[in-house]
């Protein structure tokens, strides 16, 4: 005889939606500490007149246009409290990576063990408390604020693999992807508010300035963990206000995914993680896409000012422009998904493919694009980049969560390990080509940027699947049905959920 199916409960309001809430914020708090330096490095070191340029555009001013954008943004001259060379501010600007690159396994992997919530909380809580010491460190030495930033890399490492290991038992499979869309949509709303608000505080804040910017995002980041501490719980059976129908229905419609959840903690299958097809296509991808992402961030700035005589801190809120596009994307892209799903127009494997399609070749055609642009072209250049981020915002991390589960979280720490690597190898292989800066040298990079876009949508769409791969899937000889066990019984649930709360283990 078939078990009475259990009906769907409702997204908004409901208690995942709540964590992806959550998520969101904590996303943005992760982005916002992570470019804390960035924003703050403008008002700390004294940048000696570069008069060594071959941009055929005039190095001072901006297109009229973008003055009248921007007609208040004059800034006052300021003294400054660093004399650091290029190359070590380079270094200090890329020490983050070098710690972000080695904690991205060993938080999924932790996370799928031990449940994600403490790992996102542990990491999230020490990346605020050095960011507060952060300028304590670069008044002491640069090699301490180096240290500094290679242990909030490391920290922050961690917390995506975990939430994706959460959201693998959070998410109900007809909603993976509009949940982790507004999970990770943080990032950019970290983006967008920290870009005016450095910039004030660099300008206005206490004890010279830069050093609020470190201030008020550590505050911001411990206020974060309180939230997250309330908020959380590694799966449904542990949330303590989750309603029984919307238990119910994550459980239920993941165990017809996966298969009834086992009592023991997860081992990595490691051989069949490696040699998985479905697991390289989203390793592809992934790699192509932060590819693309890293040139955006690291290399266009300079683009802009080589080739147009931009600089990014003349364009004041338009340089926030893109990173909106890409929030709106994100979350649309998300919504549209899961409902052309539901209604069987596409499936769940041509839905991901015709995104990373779109994303990946859209980003392409458009970097490309705007290296052709030139002297007074300012407003063709915002659109196209603008474009190009938006459309990036559609590819899916969340296909790791279609063939992984519960080892979303480990098999995406890979993926992000790799992409970090990219994020390190792209502005050497840009420094290399672009000796002249010359608007050629410029085009020869997003070219190459372009090929490895297309390379890895197409790779993906060779190798991507979107079933659970059967070494993924809970075995049914271990699984006690640990999960489902409270829906038969309240009582004894609300009085586990008691005694974990007492004994310190529900969070």
């Known amino acids: ?170 998410a109900p499979p007809q909603e993976s992807t509009v949940l982790t869309s507004i999970s990770y949509a943080g990032t950019q709303f970290g983006n967008i508010i920290v870009l005016p608000l450095g910039g004030f505080l660099c300008m206005h804040g206490p004890d010279g300035g830069w050093p609020s910017i470190f201030y008020v995002l550590g505050l911001v980041g411990l206020l974060w963990c309180a939230v997250w501490m309330y908020m959380a719980a590694d799966r449904p059976t542990t949330h303590p206000r989750i309603s029984t129908a919307e238990r119910a229905y994550i459980l239920t419609s993941r165990e017809a995914t996966m298969g009834k959840a086992s009592s023991k903690p997860v081992s990595t299958p490691w051989a069949q993680l490696l040699t998985s097809r479905a697991v390289w296509a989203c390793w592809l991808g992934h790699f192509a896409g932060d590819w693309g992402a890293y040139t955006m961030l690291v290399c266009m700035p300079s683009f802009l000012s080589d080739v147009l005589g931009l600089e990014l801190q003349s364009l004041g809120l338009l340089s926030a422009v893109p990173y909106i596009a890409y929030f709106i994307m994100i979350n649309v892209g998300g919504i549209a998904a899961d409902y052309i799903r539901a209604r069987n127009i596409m499936t769940t494997l041509n839905m991901r493919r015709t995104a990373i399609l779109i994303a990946l070749i859209g980003q ?14 300012d407003g063709l250049v915002i659109f196209f980049l603008t474009v190009g981020m938006a459309l990036s915002g559609l590819q899916y991390i969340v296909n790791y969560i279609d063939i992984a589960s519960t080892h979303s979280g480990t098999v995406m720490g890979i993926g992000n390990t790799m992409s970090c690597m990219g994020g390190i190898i792209s502005p050497m292989i840009t420094a290399a080509i672009v000796e002249k800066k010359t608007q050629a040298e410029w085009q020869i990079v997003m070219m190459i940027t372009a090929a490895i876009l297309f390379a890895g949508s197409l790779l993906f769409c060779l190798l991507a699947k979107d079933e659970v791969e059967p070494w993924a899937k809970n075995e049914e000889e271990d699984a006690k049905e640990v999960e489902l066990a409270p829906l038969r019984n309240e009582k004894d649930y609300k009085i586990g959920i008691l005694k974990r709360f007492w004994f310190g283990k529900m969070w």
């Open 1 to 170: 005889m078939m078990a009475p199916e259990i009906a769907r409960t409702p997204l908004v309001p409901s208690t995942r939606f709540s964590l992806a809430i959550a998520c969101f914020l904590g996303s943005a708090v992760v982005y916002m500490l992570r470019t804390s330096l960035s924003m703050a490095i403008v008002c700390m070191v004294n940048k000696q007149p570069n008069n060594d340029t071959n941009n055929a555009c005039a190095p001072n001013g901006v297109s009229t246009a973008v003055d009248l954008f921007n007609a208040t943004t004059a800034e006052p001259k300021k003294q400054y409290e660093f004399d650091w060379s290029t190359k070590e501010e380079g270094y200090v600007m890329s020490s983050f990576f070098y710690g972000y690159l080695f904690s991205q396994v060993l938080g999924g992997m932790v996370a799928a063990k031990f449940g994600g919530k403490r790992v996102v909380l542990g990491a999230m809580l020490l990346a605020a408390v050095f960011t507060l010491m952060s300028p304590v460190a670069a008044r002491t030495h640069i090699v301490a604020l180096m240290g500094m930033r290679a242990t909030i890399g490391f920290t922050q490492g961690a917390v995506f693999p975990a939430m994706h290991s959460m959201w693998s038992q959070w």
């Open 364 to 377: 392409a055609v458009f970097l490309v694009l705007s290296t052709f642009c030139s002297c007074g072209q």
